[in-house]
């Protein structure tokens, strides 16, 4: 349903629908991860890297997170913090 959503340029819509999905499962790193990539869309990337911080903290040996994670670092211009993260 969020990727529909997503399609059709409807990021707000997604991402209410991935925040009441948290509700029930705080603790999902893939819930985590789908906010962290909507964030990005919205231009949040300070929220985009405290989710990701969240799936990194559930799932720490997904290298998948940390390159995520990364590629936000870069856009916000943090390039050492994006070279820590794929070393």
Known sequence: QCQKLLQEGKVKEAMAIVN??????????ELHT???E?????????GA???L???????PKKQELF??????????????????DIS
């Open 20 to 29: 009441a999905a948290l509700q029930k499962k705080p603790g999902s790193e």
């Open 67 to 84: 390159t995520k994670r990364a590629h936000i670092f870069l856009k916000a211009s943090q390039l050492e913090a994006a070279q820590a």
């Open 38 to 46: 909507l964030r990005d869309k919205a231009h949040d990337l300070q």
């Open 53 to 59: 911080n969240q799936s990194i903290t559930i799932q």
């Open 34 to 36: 789908m906010r962290a």
């Open 49 to 51: 890297v405290a989710d």
